[in-house]
């Protein structure tokens, strides 16, 4: 039986300036890439694949199996292959890539090198988000460190192996999370979709084979490397494999990043947290960020896993776990997410650009209460229009909050056109609220 | 006023870190809010000429993209979450009186030029709601008085610190960094806030690890040394299992 708590990427973060190498080194850093360089490339990928890793980015893709999507090289037609590491981290709710890249940048800059050698490219770019100043700057340090101990460059530890790596910072875009956006931007162009295919292993940076994973994905890497596929695989369930980072935020007593194997439920982790806000009750949450379906009470026995959470008809995404109580109003909520998703359309399809506008007005009529009952039905069919017809996923994901918020929490919309406004006080969910008896 | 030969040679130098120059436009751009202030015509021109697209082409791109300001952006910018979990934290009624106090609207400057102020939406540190952003560092759980306090010490020129970062420089200074030219700021600051650690201190406490973490109690190696040859044989056995799968 595996520990509750498994700490694997955040067990150096209380270190002595974990983020310098020496620190990371001190903690057998870049021992794994010693490891990985001593095997062929092709096992490295098997030894992923076998450990059963899924994308930790969202959608939950095995790793080692995209990896393997890569054409075989062509020697008529040589084209370089790249590795991109997504560490745009936008989606609401999701917080555990950004602390992992400010306190062990050195987890993600070795899992890039190993997993680079894997995939056989010679280049690699850490796209991050730029409005994260600080991760920037030790993203680079880490960097610059690598390339002076000769983990990064030409002929890495002796094995003939060369690769460049960049960090590259974005300007604010949460569709550049969006993996085909992302190489746009990473192109200097704006960042909106492609159509696929062609599929990004196949033509994606430059055109070239690329691999696209997230941050906590790469990172996963080193310690799998080092410990073997077993070991990962013998943690979590069966379908959903090894740890991750389950990120609690919101009304709970000690919010905060909790690494555990994959399919703990929210119960154990609310009460990790010490339970939820004093005098309060747990009202609904996200289990893996704003674009999954809302949860409620009734769900704090799913596993978390990709397996139940997609059978209770949700997703679970990057396990940001927002969690809100009683005192909170679910149209406040719903409609401050939807005037996200309609700021950051990326405006390419209509369905999206048009629906995720309309969206907005209909559901600020009924926050103010002055709707109409029918506008419950106008919205499902709008979101009925928007789901399955958009470009890409952020039209879909910006339906969740709506439909699923009407589904569990239809009576709270009328009693806002009853009432002629909302019932709430917003005064009492802040986090300097007094508890109430 | 074009820009000046020491800035053109710094935005060759962020093209050239690419295998196409163009991948460093979106750098390329913050230098240039580092040095205008915000994105000019000129500097626009500048980027265009370094990689030998039209001005519209490069303007096209920077629209895109919030984080690139047409008007003049402050000494400091000051964003403050108001996505759904940090407005509902206080968000809204931070962002609501630090409005009133500067007397700006949103995407606005003070009269003074000290501090521009914008919502922002989610900045991935919502285990530390409500949060604000200092020229895009941390600063965590605050309050309409914490915040308060914070834009009088920025507009006196008090020193003032992240909660998980440096000490506060400029949103030129931090456009520089973003553009990719290191400030030596990198070791100020912790490695990681209370909230990140929470689920590490909670597993140190109770003794939980991962199997073969030495920092566990529960079944496993009490050694060092045994621990790495627990390790060995995991990889072995994977390898053979690799192999066999191969072999298939
Ligand atoms: C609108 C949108 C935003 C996304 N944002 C991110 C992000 O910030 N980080 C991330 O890793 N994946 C994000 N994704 C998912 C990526 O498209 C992609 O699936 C992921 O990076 C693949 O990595 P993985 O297989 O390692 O999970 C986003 C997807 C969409 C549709
Ligand atoms: S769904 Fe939205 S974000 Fe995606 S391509 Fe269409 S308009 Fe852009
Ligand atoms: S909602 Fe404010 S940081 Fe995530």
Known sequence: MTDTLTPVLTANWGDERAWTLPAYAATGGYDALD?????????????????????????????????GFLPPPDPENPKPRYLVVNA???????????????????????????????IRAERAFIYVRGEVLHVVRRLRAAVREAYEAGHLGTNIHGSGYDLELVVHAGAGAYICGEETALLDSLEGRRGQPRLRPPFPAVA???????????????????????????????????????????????????????????????????????????GHELKFWTPGGSSTPLFTQEHLDVTLDFEGVAAAGSMLGTRALQIFDDSVCVVRAVLRWTEFYKHESCGKCTPCREGTWWLVQVLERLEKGQGSPEDLDLLLDQCDNILGRSFCALGDGATSPITSSIQYFRDEYLAHLEQGGCPFDAKKSTAWAEAVQ | MSLAPETF??????????????????????????????????GIQACADVLGLTPAEVSGVATFYTMYKRHPVGTHHVGVCTNTLCAVMGGDE???????????????????????????????????????????????????????QLVDDLREGREVVASRGARITSWREAERVLAGFEDGLVDEGPAAGSASRVGLELARERGWAAPGDAHGSSDLPEELPEAVEVADTR??????IAEEASDD
């Open chain 1, 88 to 118: 745009d981290e936008s989606e609401p709710g999701t917080c555990k890539d950004i602390p992992l890249m400010m306190a062990s940048p050195h987890t993600l800059v070795e899992g890039v090198i190993i997993s680079s050698y894997a």
């Open chain 2, 9 to 42: 040679d710094e935005l060759r130098e962020i093209a050239a870190r690419y295998p196409q120059a163009r991948s460093g436009l979106l750098p390329m751009l913050h230098l240039v809010q580092s040095v205008e202030g915000r994105v000019t015509p000129e």
């Open chain 2, 94 to 148: 931070i962002f609501a009186c630090l409005r009133e106090k500067l007397e700006v609207g949103n995407d606005e400057t003070t009269a003074d030029g000290s501090i521009t102020l914008e919502h922002i939406e989610c900045n991935a540190a919502c285990d530390y709601a409500p949060v604000v952003m200092v020229n895009w560092e941390f600063f965590d759980n605050q309050t309409p008085e914490s915040a308060s």
């Open chain 2, 235 to 240: 990889r072995a056995e994977s390898e053979t």
């Open chain 1, 204 to 278: 994606g940076l430059y055109a070239s084979p690329t691999v696209i994973n997230n941050a906590e994905s790469i990172a996963s890497v080193p310690a799998i490397v080092k410990n073997g596929a077993d070991w990962f695989a013998g943690m979590g369930t069966e379908k959903s494999a090894g740890v991750g980072i389950f990120s609690l935020s919101g009304h709970v007593k000690r919010p905060g990043q909790y690494e555990a194997p994959l399919g703990i439920t929210l119960r154990t982790l609310i009460d990790l947290a010490g339970g939820i806000r004093e």
């Open chain 1, 35 to 67: 490891v990985a360089l001593g095997m062929a490339p092709e096992d490295v990928q098997t030894m992923v694949k076998d450990s059963g890793l899924r994308g930790r980015g969202g959608a939950g893709f095995p790793t080692g199996v995209k990896w």
